[in-house]
């Protein structure tokens, strides 16, 4: 390998800005290639999951790089659940027994700006914007970019794909022998919709994330420091009650007052944000394996690149930021040989994000259909004392 010291990482997102951090600290150079404008500069993109729930898993993975408490800072925590029954009857589940323990929603594009400004500020990191990558030869680690000034290309002996579910670097992984790769779509899509504040206040309780449990489908709301909330609408993609039936803004509005009473009295501009906020597709997506040697240079995939799941747990970033700690732990215990140390992580990590991709399907089933029922409620009551 040329130089044991030089890593290239795809994707300035999430993970790939926290892979970066920790492999600084080891004192590596860090190069990050990202297609998207510095984020530091841009507006965050229209209906892309505004938030997320950050929970311990994440919060750990930060803590060791020291940026628990900047991120936290930003962060409102939410100690349960609030459902909101049809007639707008409300109940609260905390989400541990003691009530004291809570997931945290944080804003996806001021949690990304932190953690690029964190990686930019350690010695030997440096971003390379609007340079989507188009081609890998993984033998040689040659990467090839499209930039605003045309094509670009650039070597490491290190890849490590932190571009998301749909990574270009895995797709030039799935043309390689014995490379194992599936997705799996689910029936539903979402959408973003608003909840603005209210009189300056918060129009529902910060303290909890917000769902509307509606059997087949189901509607979540997560709060933002401007004291509005972002509501995410999970719905069957055909049938009744569906994106597909409701497919102009009438027909939608009727539904969704008839359906989500109390919170349409809080959104005036759900007419706009239906028409112009995309639907989003839930994919759960597996990759085995998650490194690949060439002659002289090694890929490895992080984050949703690896496995992208569906997000009813909350956990695909908070999974994504322990590949990061488990990729530095296989470091040291190798004394940084790169390949050995990403063939032990992938093989440790597979099956965590195997079981974490089941339970989010789980998932889905309880937040729209069980949590509202009685049998349900009562065993939170006995398990609550
Ligand atoms: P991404 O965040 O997708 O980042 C990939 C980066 O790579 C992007 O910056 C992209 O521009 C860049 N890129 C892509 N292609 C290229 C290319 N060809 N060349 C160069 N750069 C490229 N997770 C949680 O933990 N909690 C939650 O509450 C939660 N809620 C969610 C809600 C929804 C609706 C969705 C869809 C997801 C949710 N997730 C949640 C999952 C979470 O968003 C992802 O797991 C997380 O963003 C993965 O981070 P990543 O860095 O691997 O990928």
């Given at each position: 390998?040329?130089?044991?010291?030089?890593?290239?990482?795809?994707?300035?997102?999430?993970?790939?800005?926290?892979?970066?951090?920790?492999?600084?600290?080891?004192?590596?150079?860090?190069?990050?290639?990202?297609?998207?404008?510095?984020?530091?500069?841009?507006?965050?993109?229209?209906?892309?999951?505004?938030?997320?729930?950050?929970?311990?898993?994440?919060?750990?993975?930060?803590?060791?790089?020291?940026?628990?408490?900047?991120?936290?800072?930003?962060?409102?925590?939410?100690?349960?659940?609030?459902?909101?029954?049809?007639?707008?009857?409300?109940?609260?589940?905390?989400?541990?027994?003691?009530?004291?323990?809570?997931?945290?929603?944080?804003?996806?594009?001021?949690?990304?700006?932190?953690?690029?400004?964190?990686?930019?500020?350690?010695?030997?990191?440096?971003?390379?914007?609007?340079?989507?990558?188009?081609?890998?030869?993984?033998?040689?680690?040659?990467?090839?970019?499209?930039?605003?000034?045309?094509?670009?290309?650039?070597?490491?002996?290190?890849?490590?794909?932190?571009?998301?579910?749909?990574?270009?670097?895995?797709?030039?992984?799935?043309?390689?022998?014995?490379?194992?790769?599936?997705?799996?779509?689910?029936?539903?899509?979402?959408?973003?919709?608003?909840?603005?504040?209210?009189?300056?206040?918060?129009?529902?309780?910060?303290g909890a994330l917000h769902i509307w449990?509606?059997?087949?489908?189901?509607?979540?709301?997560?709060?933002?420091?401007?004291?509005?909330?972002?509501?995410?609408?999970?719905?069957?993609?055909?049938?009744?009650?569906?994106?597909?039936?409701?497919?102009?803004?009438?027909?939608?509005?009727?539904?969704?007052?008839?359906?989500?009473?109390?919170?349409?009295?809080?959104?005036?501009?759900?007419?706009?944000?239906?028409?112009?906020?995309?639907?989003?597709?839930?994919?759960?997506?597996?990759?085995?394996?998650?490194?690949?040697?060439?002659?002289?240079?090694?890929?490895?995939?992080?984050?949703?690149?690896?496995?992208?799941?569906?997000?009813?747990?909350?956990?695909?970033?908070?999974?994504?930021?322990?590949?990061?700690?488990?990729?530095?732990?296989?470091?040291?215990?190798?004394?940084?040989?790169?390949?050995?140390?990403?063939?032990?992580y992938g093989s440790r990590r597979k099956?965590?994000?195997?079981?974490?991709?089941?339970?989010?399907?789980?998932?889905?089933?309880?937040?729209?259909?069980?949590?509202?029922?009685?049998?349900?409620?009562?065993?939170?009551?006995?398990?609550?004392?």
């Amino acid at each position: 390998m040329r130089s044991r010291h030089e890593v290239a990482v795809v994707g300035a997102g999430l993970v790939g800005c926290l892979t970066a951090c920790y492999l600084a600290r080891r004192g590596y150079e860090v190069t990050l290639y990202e297609r998207r404008p510095d984020p530091r500069e841009a507006a965050p993109e229209r209906g892309r999951s505004i938030n997320l729930a950050i929970s311990e898993r994440g919060i750990d993975a930060l803590r060791r790089v020291g940026l628990d408490e900047v991120v936290m800072k930003a962060a409102l925590p939410m100690p349960g659940r609030m459902m909101h029954a049809p007639d707008g009857t409300l109940s609260f589940q905390h989400y541990s027994a003691d009530g004291l323990r809570s997931i945290n929603s944080i804003s996806r594009s001021d949690l990304n700006r932190t953690l690029l400004d964190a990686a930019l500020a350690m010695p030997g990191v440096r971003a390379c914007f609007e340079h989507r990558l188009t081609g890998l030869d993984v033998d040689s680690g040659r990467m090839d970019f499209e930039t605003p000034d045309g094509p670009a290309t650039a070597s490491a002996p290190v890849v490590l794909a932190a571009d998301g579910a749909y990574s270009a670097v895995r797709g030039r992984l799935q043309f390689l022998p014995g490379f194992g790769f599936s997705q799996e779509y689910l029936d539903y899509g979402y959408k973003e919709l608003t909840i603005p504040a209210r009189d300056g206040e918060y129009a529902l309780d910060p303290g909890a994330l917000h769902i509307w449990p509606r059997g087949q489908a189901m509607m979540i709301a997560l709060p933002n420091p401007d004291r509005s909330f972002t509501c995410t609408l999970f719905w069957p993609k055909s049938g009744p009650g569906s994106f597909e039936a409701l497919d102009t803004v009438e027909r939608f509005e009727e539904f969704f007052a008839a359906n989500y009473a109390d919170a349409h009295a809080l959104m005036p501009d759900l007419a706009d944000d239906y028409a112009h906020n995309p639907i989003g597709h839930l994919v759960t997506m597996r990759t085995d394996p998650w490194q690949v040697r060439g002659a002289r240079a090694v890929v490895g995939l992080l984050g949703d690149a690896a496995h992208a799941i569906v997000p009813f747990y909350g956990q695909g970033a908070n999974c994504g930021f322990e590949d990061c700690v488990e990729l530095d732990r296989c470091l040291e215990e190798t004394g940084d040989d790169f390949p050995e140390a990403l063939a032990r992580y992938g093989s440790r990590r597979k099956e965590h994000a195997d079981t974490i991709a089941e339970l989010a399907l789980t998932n889905f089933v309880e937040m729209r259909d069980k949590v509202a029922s009685r049998s349900f409620l009562l065993r939170k009551r006995l398990e609550h004392g």
